[in-house]
């Protein structure tokens, strides 16, 4: 990146927005960021309380070589600032109804066992969808995730290629290419939902998660990830600014090009670029005052509850999956029918099992995750449905048939809960998303909010909602990408 001079004004203390400040910060800018909470992070925010530390946003974390880069672009290292823990297993995969469970591991004779236990066929494969998912990597995420699409024709080199590999296509039709017994496939089909994608309907490009996590492991950060965000934060308070507990009213523009943006307390800042890593359409609708519906699809949304326990379940990993009855009509009814799942398929993060600080001795900060459909739903009434949602959660976590937390609710010394419209309210996420635009194919590259504004001069995007997407990876890849604009021009 060569070196630049300027005045950038970042919206927003998200990981994108922090990733980026650190980036313009080292080509030379004056940087100020942003944020309207009271605490920087976004999505990656914390609970705490009562001696029970809960990550409100990622759990994991995958290439973190992405972060020593950008500690290093930021006269720190990464070593000195995080301790990192590799996690194994990466998952534990438990289906409603069935005795075997899965361990995702990241050795591969282990996942190879662990697949056997469904179909030894199947385990013979495991070789073949690696190898398939490593060229998809390779030629799909590395070349697209390091570049810019500012344009429609930029997605057009990579066609051949994607089509060749099969990575137009869904990424359970991918999946099913190599694995035939159904709770295999779905073990390796759910990682999109990471991202708010549907894995009948994304393109298998997003297959190759699976292989990234595979051959790069999977990592938590001691005393949660909401560290991630602090250490990011001091990082860039050494040579910039960050403003919390203001947010931005509007971006101001003149002949075409942004000249700063407008507080929520009424102040001018003056700056030559405007990075928003704001969610990307209420800076559109809100901030510039653009009413055309862009994206036409926004992601599901989560429910998520978090529970102080006064006890630990030692059959959970550091991440737990339940797979509800009907799994595809699930995924369905929440991505596409904007309704409720009849048969909840919940994710389960027990930091615990590998940093015992982050609950009071012999207790558990158990957060579980329901996808849930966006706030576009006419079907669902949070004041009205909440205590039924919350109720079925419960009872998947304890029956004998789902997980088996026997004497769970007499154990709860906590309880929160998030819903759509905390998403909405809290974080200002248009219809209460939780990932940004949904990853279909049509939404995707050249077809996302590009890194640099088309119209007008000086004002980019960083984050989830711009390319190459949503999960930490796709954000930090994004915040190189950003900078990198904004510095060449």
């Known amino acids: 990146m060569t070196s630049g001079r300027g005045r950038a004004v970042v919206i927003g203390a998200g990981l994108g927005g922090l990733a980026v400040a650190i980036r313009l910060l080292a080509a030379g800018m004056e940087v100020q960021v942003v944020e309207a909470q009271p605490t920087p992070g976004g999505r990656a925010g914390r609970i705490s309380e009562r001696g029970h530390t809960f990550d409100t946003g990622p759990s994991l974390l995958t290439l973190p070589r992405l972060l020593e880069e950008l500690f290093e672009l930021g006269g720190a290292g990464l070593a000195g600032e995080l301790t990192l823990r590799r996690l194994e297993p990466f998952y534990r ?113 997003y297959a190759a998660l699976a292989y990234l996590q595979i051959d790069e492991g999977v990592w938590y950060v001691e005393g949660g990830m909401h560290e991630l965000v602090l250490a990011l934060s001091r990082v860039v308070e050494r040579r910039g600014e960050i403003r919390l507990g203001e947010g931005v009213r509007r971006i101001q523009t003149e002949g075409g090009r942004v000249r700063g943006v407008v507080t929520s307390g009424g102040e001018f800042l003056p700056a030559e670029v405007v990075v928003s890593n704001a969610d990307v359409v209420a800076t559109q609708r809100e901030l510039l005052g653009r009413r055309e519906l862009v994206p036409s699809r926004l992601s599901m949304s989560c429910y998520l509850l978090h529970l102080g326990l006064e006890t630990r379940y030692p059959q959970l990993a550091h991440h737990t999956l339940l797979v509800g009855e009907d799994y595809p009509a699930f995924v369905r009814d929440v991505t596409r029918r904007g309704r409720l799942g009849q048969s909840p398929s919940l994710y389960l993060h027990s930091p615990t099992a590998s940093d015992p600080q982050m609950a009071p001795p012999g207790g558990d900060s158990l957060t579980v ?94 984050g989830a909602g711009t390319h190459p997407g949503a999960g930490i990876p796709g954000v930090l890849m994004g915040a190189a990408i950003t900078a990198r604009l904004v510095v060449d021009g």
């Open 93 to 205: 995969i438990h289906w409603r109804g069935e005795r075997r469970s899965l361990d995702f591991s990241g050795d591969r004779e282990v996942l190879a066992g662990q697949i056997a236990k469904f179909s030894q066929e199947d385990a013979h494969r495991l070789p073949a969808f690696l190898e398939a998912s490593r060229r998809i990597y390779e030629e799909g995420i590395l070349a697209a995730g390091g570049r810019p699409f500012l344009h429609r024709r930029d997605l057009a080199p990579l066609v051949p290629s994607m089509l060749r590999l099969g990575a137009v296509r869904s990424v359970e039709h991918f999946v099913h290419r190599f694995f035939r017994e159904p709770h295999v496939r779905q073990a390796f089909a759910f990682h999109p939902l990471f991202i708010g994608g549907d894995p009948f309907r994304v393109p298998a490009v």
């Open 369 to 462: 995750l329901l996808p849930v459909p966006n706030l576009s739903s006419r079907q669902v009434e949070w004041a009205r449905d909440g205590a039924g949602v919350r109720e079925s959660v419960l009872v998947a976590l304890e029956s004998p048939t789902g997980l088996g937390l026997e004497g769970l609710r007499e154990r709860i010394r906590l309880e929160r809960a998030w819903t759509p419209l905390d998403f909405q309210q809290a974080l200002g996420a248009v219809e209460g998303n939780a990932f940004g635009p949904e990853p279909v194919l049509l939404q995707s590259a050249s077809f996302r909010q590009p890194n640099r504004d088309r119209r007008i001069e000086g004002l980019y995007y960083v």
